[in-house]
């Protein structure tokens, strides 16, 4: 069974970090373009990061810019999302992709994604 699991989201004060991981079960994810994306209550969901099967990185948007850093560990079949000094505007669920690729692409849109996972919770709050 294919599946995308994220974890590591939980509720968090005002400038704190948190990392969240996308694991993989049923297929490798190092030939994956991983990409994160958040959707807090009533609003679109919104790109956050992507990176590539080779480590090729972008970020989207200005919120997460210089706060979050998207990493991948091959060997163990995991992606990271490390979120540093959170605010309360962070707060959402956060959701990653998986979208084949052989090349250095990155994907361009959601719908270039063929695996999403079921999310996870982060609350910033004091």
């Known amino acids: 069974q294919v599946q995308l699991v994220e974890s590591g989201g939980g509720l968090v004060q005002p400038g704190g970090s948190l990392r969240l991981s996308c694991s993989a079960s049923g297929f490798g994810l190092d030939s994956y373009a991983i990409g994160w994306f958040r959707q807090a209550p009533g609003k679109e969901r919104e790109e956050i990061s992507v990176?590539?099967?080779?480590?090729?990185?972008?970020y989207f948007g200005g919120s997460g810019k210089g706060r979050f850093t998207i990493s991948r560990d091959n060997a163990k079949n995991i992606v990271y999302l490390q979120m540093d000094n959170l605010s309360f505007e962070d707060t959402a669920t956060y959701y990653c992709a998986a979208a084949w690729s052989n090349t250095n692409w990155l994907p361009q849109s959601p719908s270039d994604y063929e695996y999403w996972g079921q999310g996870t919770q982060v609350t910033v709050s004091s």
């Open positions: 990176i590539n099967k080779n480590g090729r990185t972008s």
